[in-house]
């Protein structure tokens, strides 16, 4: 060993050792922050399926590819990230020796070329997505950056050390070819051949330029050591865990749907034992979230992908889904050196730790943990009330997200502290949970209007008990029989299952509200009490039969989502479709026959309920194709015209999360947003799947003043004027008003 190679080895270890020592203490700091969650026992289920799509997931950058350059380039880096780590551990052997090289495999050509083509495509990758961070910058003059807010340096760092590393590892290999110690041949290697050519013949060149690898690559390591919210880096070791503890194990997506029970302790909230004393009641403290919620908050990457497909923050409101999980991930690292010495509120408000436990306390850490969850900026609150109220839990931060945090739970959670406990929410929405309290429909309607909707139906719509045999049991929902276009497509339906043959019958007075806009809005009690009673109905509805019997056909995708999701976590298992499933199947089986062609163009509003929530998206797109074909043979969604934002990526109405029954007076109206993006389209028929959606899109296009070129109709509704073109005008005519 040269006196060169002498000091380089010092130095590597010396750097190396404080760098270890550094990472090891973040990593037990993240830990214990990790640990202060809650406990969340349905996290651990299921290892095999776990570890099938964590790794299915990560190898096939499954969320990333679908923004095709950024998923590509990103999975190269990864690679390369992983074959960096091979490189950066055989600099270890370079700066004791310039001959030396990784045991085993170093002296393999085979080895040389794979590295040497990883190394060449990650440079190349690293390079687009630097490029692609400058040209999304948010400082960049005009439109909107999905950067906004992200730690702009933090990237850049991140980017720029891989850069280095890589460009390092050819620089190594050049200086090994110029002193004619390199093991492989040019066909292997010819970038490293190319670097050596212009290379001094410098012996120490290889032991200095590992040393100077090593460098750099623990310079990564301390700084992030040093900064353990730095999610652009530290995702790369968490992402692997918070895709392996999803929720749902087996999903791609996972987080949508159901969402998840009200739990205290890690238990599910039981309503009759329940004491807000003794029980937590949604999410107060930042502590309070599940572990996996911490975990969740640590994994974020900042990539803001999330935030570019947000409804709200696309129309001008406070939230951003990428800046709540950064407000709660910054917040809970500030606050863990008070709660790690003990400190915390119980849930009667008293502070658990001793004076002497706090004694020595950072004062900045006491003085985040006096900061409120939710409370405007002058309170000094985390998360502003507009933000938390603004959205709409339409799900596209979750579908969006590569690392699959669970945004709608983590909101929804922090809902039902302020509603169940600080009675805190928009007052406006006040009106519809007593509705539902008092009448078990948001509107307030009599129970005894329920059935409204058959009148003047050619036909006897049954009910339950007056009927045994019925295949269906047609869940009408609030909407469809109290609201006077919702009430349109619920006779649509009807008529279409008589046409087509099929046995249904309807609860009618029996029915009440799915409790969807209460769970939404956070009342996990009226959702309760709701869907229990709901539960109990269905169950004597169905009894005896198995549960591929237990049919249920939903018009609404809120219903539709409740009944089949959520319901279960009471005792509630049911075959629940949505109409267009029904329809989709009745028309592919020639049971109702499309005649009438639809002209003027027709394009298709996917519901966030059905679609990204349920994956639903095929069956309207068939419905509406075989009715715009008109029996002209043609199938699949032929003819369709699609919004640019459609099937996953496509945006919310604007009503889901309650927000129905909320004012929206910040920003652009969202509803507006999706009706200009349908018009832009031409169509003359904006179809939709869900009331919620047609009465904001309808209310949207009349808004406009355009109610005479663009019709908002239900696909039921579309179908029924092909399959029954005689009848259709006449029985939207005949609806009457609404209860
Ligand atoms: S659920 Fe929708 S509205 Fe809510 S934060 Fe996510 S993207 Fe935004
Ligand atoms: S998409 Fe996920 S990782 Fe990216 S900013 Fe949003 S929450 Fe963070």
Redesign the pocket.
């Given at each position: 060993m040269g006196s060169v190679q002498i000091v380089t080895t010092i130095l590597a270890f010396a750097i190396t050792a404080v760098a270890v020592w550094l990472a090891v203490r973040a990593v037990m700091k993240m830990v214990a922050v990790i640990r202060l969650g809650q406990p969340d026992p349905t996290r651990f289920g299921d290892p095999g399926t776990r570890t099938k799509t964590m790794l299915a997931e990560t190898a096939g950058h499954t969320r990333m590819l679908r923004w095709s350059v950024v998923g590509a380039a990103h999975w190269f880096v990864m690679v390369g990230f992983i074959v960096l780590s091979l490189l950066v551990l055989e600099a270890y052997f370079e700066v004791v020796s310039p001959t030396g090289g990784l045991p085993l495999v170093g002296n393999w050509a085979i080895y040389g070329l794979v590295t040497e083509w990883l190394a060449i495509l990650g440079i190349v990758s690293i390079l687009v997505l630097i490029a692609i961070r400058l040209r999304n910058r948010p400082t960049r003059p005009g439109g909107k950056s999905r950067f906004t807010g992200s730690t702009m340096w933090q990237g850049y760092f991140v980017e720029g050390i891989i850069l280095a590393v890589l460009i390092m590892g050819f620089v190594i290999r050049g200086f090994k070819v110029a002193t004619d110690h390199f093991e492989y041949p040019v066909w292997a290697a010819p970038l490293s051949h190319a670097v050596g050519g212009v290379l001094p013949n410098w012996a120490a060149g290889v032991s200095v330029a590992a040393l100077v690898k090593i460098v750099i690559s623990m310079t990564w390591l301390i700084v992030i050591s040093l900064n353990v919210t730095m999610g652009v880096a530290w995702h790369r070791f968490l992402a692997f865990f918070n895709i392996f503890f999803k929720r749902d194990p087996g999903a791609n997506v996972s987080g949508l749907g159901a969402l998840r029970p009200m739990t205290s302790q890690g238990k599910p909230l039981d309503f009759e034992e329940a004491d807000p004393e003794k029980d937590q009641f949604g999410v107060a403290q930042v502590e309070q979230f599940t572990w996996k919620g911490l975990l969740d908050f640590s994994t974020c990457t900042e990539c803001g992908r999330?935030q570019s497909?947000?409804?709200?923050?696309n129309t001008g409101k406070p939230?951003s889904?990428k800046l709540?999980v950064l407000s709660l991930r910054d917040h809970a690292y500030a606050k863990a050196p008070y709660l790690l010495a003990g400190g915390g509120k119980d849930l009667t408000g008293e502070e658990k730790a001793t004076a002497a436990q706090l004694a020595h306390m950072d004062v900045l850490a006491l003085a985040e943990a006096e900061k409120p969850l939710i409370g405007t900026a002058e309170e000094g609150g985390i998360i502003d009330p507009d933000v938390l109220w603004?959205?709409?839990?339409?799900?596209?931060?979750?579908e969006q997200c590569p690392v699959d945090i669970e945004?709608?739970d983590h909101?929804v959670d922090m809902r039902r502290y302020q509603v169940l406990i600080e009675s805190s929410f928009p007052s406006e929405a006040g009106v519809m949970l007593r509705n539902l309290e008092n009448k078990g429909n948001p509107w307030g309607a009599p129970q005894n209007t329920r059935e409204d909707w058959t009148k003047g139906l050619d036909f006897e719509v049954p009910r339950v008990g007056e009927v045994d045999d019925f295949e269906y049991l047609f869940w009408v929902g609030c909407a469809g029989a109290f609201e006077d276009r919702a009430k349109k497509t619920t006779r649509a339906v009807a008529t279409l299952l008589n046409e087509a043959g099929v046995k249904f019958a309807i609860l009618g007075e029996g029915e009440t509200c799915s409790g969807d806009p209460a769970r939404r809005i956070g009342n996990e009690f009226v959702f309760q009490m709701l869907a229990q009673q709901n539960v109990e109905t269905l169950n004597e509805a169905f009894e005896g039969r198995e549960k591929s019997k237990r049919k249920i056909v939903a018009t609404c995708p809120h219903c539709f989502n409740t009944l089949g999701n959520e319901y279960g976590q009471l005792g509630g298992e049911f075959e629940v479709v949505h109409h267009t499933q029904l329809l989709a199947h009745l028309v592919a089986t020639g049971k109702l026959t499309p005649v009438q062609p639809v002209d003027g163009g027709v394009t298709y509003h996917d519901p966030c309920y059905l679609g990204r929530h349920n994956r639903v998206f095929a069956p309207p797109r068939e419905v509406l194709g075989s009715a715009i074909a008109g029996g002209d043979g043609a199938s699949g969604d032929g003819g369709l015209i699609e919004m640019p934002r459609n099937s996953e990526r496509s945006f919310?109405c604007g009503a889901g999360?309650a927000r129905m029954w909320m004012e929206e007076k910040i920003g652009k109206r969202i509803n507006v947003d999706r009706v200009e993006e349908a018009m832009s389209t031409g169509a003359k028929t904006v179809a939709v799947g869900c009331p919620f959606c047609s009465t904001m899109l309808n209310d949207g296009v009349n808004g406009k003043g355009a109610g005479e070129q663009v019709e908002v109709v239900d696909v039921a509704s579309v179908l029924l004027r092909s399959v029954k073109p005689e009848q259709a005008p006449g029985d939207t005519e005949r609806a009457p008003a609404a209860g």
């Amino acid at each position: 060993m040269g006196s060169v190679q002498i000091v380089t080895t010092i130095l590597a270890f010396a750097i190396t050792a404080v760098a270890v020592w550094l990472a090891v203490r973040a990593v037990m700091k993240m830990v214990a922050v990790i640990r202060l969650g809650q406990p969340d026992p349905t996290r651990f289920g299921d290892p095999g399926t776990r570890t099938k799509t964590m790794l299915a997931e990560t190898a096939g950058h499954t969320r990333m590819l679908r923004w095709s350059v950024v998923g590509a380039a990103h999975w190269f880096v990864m690679v390369g990230f992983i074959v960096l780590s091979l490189l950066v551990l055989e600099a270890y052997f370079e700066v004791v020796s310039p001959t030396g090289g990784l045991p085993l495999v170093g002296n393999w050509a085979i080895y040389g070329l794979v590295t040497e083509w990883l190394a060449i495509l990650g440079i190349v990758s690293i390079l687009v997505l630097i490029a692609i961070r400058l040209r999304n910058r948010p400082t960049r003059p005009g439109g909107k950056s999905r950067f906004t807010g992200s730690t702009m340096w933090q990237g850049y760092f991140v980017e720029g050390i891989i850069l280095a590393v890589l460009i390092m590892g050819f620089v190594i290999r050049g200086f090994k070819v110029a002193t004619d110690h390199f093991e492989y041949p040019v066909w292997a290697a010819p970038l490293s051949h190319a670097v050596g050519g212009v290379l001094p013949n410098w012996a120490a060149g290889v032991s200095v330029a590992a040393l100077v690898k090593i460098v750099i690559s623990m310079t990564w390591l301390i700084v992030i050591s040093l900064n353990v919210t730095m999610g652009v880096a530290w995702h790369r070791f968490l992402a692997f865990f918070n895709i392996f503890f999803k929720r749902d194990p087996g999903a791609n997506v996972s987080g949508l749907g159901a969402l998840r029970p009200m739990t205290s302790q890690g238990k599910p909230l039981d309503f009759e034992e329940a004491d807000p004393e003794k029980d937590q009641f949604g999410v107060a403290q930042v502590e309070q979230f599940t572990w996996k919620g911490l975990l969740d908050f640590s994994t974020c990457t900042e990539c803001g992908r999330c935030q570019s497909q947000c409804p709200a923050w696309n129309t001008g409101k406070p939230l951003s889904p990428k800046l709540l999980v950064l407000s709660l991930r910054d917040h809970a690292y500030a606050k863990a050196p008070y709660l790690l010495a003990g400190g915390g509120k119980d849930l009667t408000g008293e502070e658990k730790a001793t004076a002497a436990q706090l004694a020595h306390m950072d004062v900045l850490a006491l003085a985040e943990a006096e900061k409120p969850l939710i409370g405007t900026a002058e309170e000094g609150g985390i998360i502003d009330p507009d933000v938390l109220w603004s959205c709409t839990t339409c799900g596209a931060c979750v579908e969006q997200c590569p690392v699959d945090i669970e945004h709608v739970d983590h909101i929804v959670d922090m809902r039902r502290y302020q509603v169940l406990i600080e009675s805190s929410f928009p007052s406006e929405a006040g009106v519809m949970l007593r509705n539902l309290e008092n009448k078990g429909n948001p509107w307030g309607a009599p129970q005894n209007t329920r059935e409204d909707w058959t009148k003047g139906l050619d036909f006897e719509v049954p009910r339950v008990g007056e009927v045994d045999d019925f295949e269906y049991l047609f869940w009408v929902g609030c909407a469809g029989a109290f609201e006077d276009r919702a009430k349109k497509t619920t006779r649509a339906v009807a008529t279409l299952l008589n046409e087509a043959g099929v046995k249904f019958a309807i609860l009618g007075e029996g029915e009440t509200c799915s409790g969807d806009p209460a769970r939404r809005i956070g009342n996990e009690f009226v959702f309760q009490m709701l869907a229990q009673q709901n539960v109990e109905t269905l169950n004597e509805a169905f009894e005896g039969r198995e549960k591929s019997k237990r049919k249920i056909v939903a018009t609404c995708p809120h219903c539709f989502n409740t009944l089949g999701n959520e319901y279960g976590q009471l005792g509630g298992e049911f075959e629940v479709v949505h109409h267009t499933q029904l329809l989709a199947h009745l028309v592919a089986t020639g049971k109702l026959t499309p005649v009438q062609p639809v002209d003027g163009g027709v394009t298709y509003h996917d519901p966030c309920y059905l679609g990204r929530h349920n994956r639903v998206f095929a069956p309207p797109r068939e419905v509406l194709g075989s009715a715009i074909a008109g029996g002209d043979g043609a199938s699949g969604d032929g003819g369709l015209i699609e919004m640019p934002r459609n099937s996953e990526r496509s945006f919310c109405c604007g009503a889901g999360g309650a927000r129905m029954w909320m004012e929206e007076k910040i920003g652009k109206r969202i509803n507006v947003d999706r009706v200009e993006e349908a018009m832009s389209t031409g169509a003359k028929t904006v179809a939709v799947g869900c009331p919620f959606c047609s009465t904001m899109l309808n209310d949207g296009v009349n808004g406009k003043g355009a109610g005479e070129q663009v019709e908002v109709v239900d696909v039921a509704s579309v179908l029924l004027r092909s399959v029954k073109p005689e009848q259709a005008p006449g029985d939207t005519e005949r609806a009457p008003a609404a209860g």
